[in-house]
């Protein structure tokens, strides 16, 4: 449990139904802010949010297509009255080699991961500036800082998360509306677990506070940007990555 104080806000969180989203989801709740589950499948997206309560709603939502978000948008304002915290972290991987990747991989990645932000971001934001208050948070990777052999399509998405962070921030600091990244290393879930044990192993070594970092590591991080603790922050990327890039 952390002490930050979220009540009356009301928080969106693409791709909630597992994995760091899910973590996210949950702190923001337990510091008391009503939360939108929200996932491909709306059935899995509504049990998550009865699951997590506090007049939790879920919704359905393929992120990497425009119209589909900017309902989605809609929808939570709607049903929740307000969308005063907004969590970009959807995203997916199609890792190759720069010379093997298809363009439809190219395109998939930069659409789940980057154009979904913007067009959530484009859509939150016109409430935000009426009521003088928001936080945008997009969760960008190390991979968007240091590159990755095999990852060009995912780094080019999260480093181009980092320059709509650090443009938004510019564009709405003055309607009070904070906008940073949050960039995890390697976070034990479903898309590490995919990993071979010799290169999670060889990765490890790599951290110097020697471990993976676990989902809740990122949503305390999230949930101190959307607190009013950080209210003289934007436009920044916060590592969560137990010293890896540094
Ligand atoms: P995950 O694969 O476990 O979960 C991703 C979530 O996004 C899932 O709920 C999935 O259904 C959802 N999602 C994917 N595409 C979607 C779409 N088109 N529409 C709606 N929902 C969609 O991944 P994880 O590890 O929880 O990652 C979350 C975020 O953190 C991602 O943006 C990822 O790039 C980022 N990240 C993860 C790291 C890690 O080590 N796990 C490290 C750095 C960044």
């Not at 009255?81 to 439809?104: C, F, H, P, W, Y």
């Not at 190219?106 to 928001?134: H, P």
């Not at 998360?161 to 650090?166: E, H, M, S």
Request: charged share 20%.
């Amino acid at each position: 449990m952390i002490n930050i104080d979220l009540t009356g806000k009301v928080a969106l969180v693409t791709g909630s139904t597992r994995g760091i989203g899910h973590a996210i989801a949950l702190t923001l709740a337990e510091c008391g802010a009503r939360v939108a589950i929200v996932g491909r499948d709306a059935a899995k997206a509504e049990d998550v949010a009865a699951q997590i309560g506090g007049g939790a709603l879920g919704f359905g939502c393929d992120v990497s297509v425009p119209a589909e978000v900017t309902a989605l948008v809609a929808a939570v304002e709607e049903r929740c009255g307000s969308l005063d915290i907004l969590v970009n972290n959807a995203g997916i991987t199609r890792d190759n080699l720069m010379l093997r990747i298809k363009d439809e991989d190219w395109d998939a990645v930069i659409n789940a991961n980057l154009r979904s932000a913007f067009v959530a971001t484009r859509a939150a934001s016109r409430g935000m500036m009426k009521r003088r208050w928001g936080r945008i948070i997009n969760i960008t990777s190390v991979v968007g800082l240091m590159g990755n052999k095999g990852q060009t399509n995912y780094a080019a998405s999260k480093a181009g998360l980092i320059g709509l962070t650090k443009s938004v921030a510019r564009e709405l600091a003055s309607r009070n509306i904070l906008c940073n990244a949050v960039a995890p290393g390697f976070i034990e879930t479903d898309m590490t677990a995919a990993m071979a044990p010799e290169a999670r192993t060889a990765m490890s070594q790599e951290i110097p506070l020697e471990r993976l970092g676990s989902p809740s590591d990122v949503a305390r991080a999230v949930a101190f940007l959307s607190s009013d603790s950080a209210s003289y922050i934007t436009g920044q990327v916060l590592v969560v990555d137990g010293g890896l890039a540094m």
